[in-house]
């Protein structure tokens, strides 16, 4: 399975940029795709994910930093997951990686980083003030 992130770039404060998340590999069952983000200097953290069950639910969970801004939303048919983020501010500056664990049932905050099954090549987004 290779996940394809894109939609990164420079965009100055305040403004808007979508980034996505292509999985080469359709499943139906349960999976979490999650988004995290590392800038330099610091620790890869949690952005946001959505978990779906295969039976048509799914959930979405962002982290608080990004809540109200950051919304992720999924397209089943094209094996995509997408971040939206609004609002971007500086310290949003980061490279932007997604990852995929399938099978799991469970909160995806309970995942650490090395559980992943996959990860995206990263997407870069700069913000500017």
């Known amino acids: 399975v290779q996940l394809q992130a894109s939609g990164g770039g420079l965009v100055q404060a305040g403004d808007s940029l979508r980034l996505s998340c292509a999985a080469s590999?359709?499943?139906?069952?349960?999976?979490?795709m999650t988004w995290f983000r590392q800038a330099p200097g610091k620790e890869r953290e949690f952005v946001g994910g959505?978990?779906?069950?295969?039976?048509?639910?799914?959930?979405?969970d962002s982290a608080d930093s990004v809540k109200g801004r950051f919304t992720i939303s999924r397209d089943n048919a094209k094996n995509t997951v997408y971040l939206q983020m609004n609002s971007l501010k500086p310290e949003d500056t980061a490279t932007y990686y997604c990852?995929?664990?399938?099978?799991?049932?469970?909160?995806?905050?309970?995942?650490?980083?090395?559980?992943?099954?996959?990860w995206g090549q990263g997407t870069q987004v700069t913000v500017s003030s």
């Open positions: 959505i978990s779906w069950s295969g039976g048509g639910t799914y959930l979405a």
């Open positions: 590999r359709r499943t139906r069952s349960n999976y979490v």
């Open positions: 990852a995929v664990k399938y099978g799991y049932i469970g909160s995806m905050r309970d995942l650490k980083s090395y559980e992943y099954d996959y």
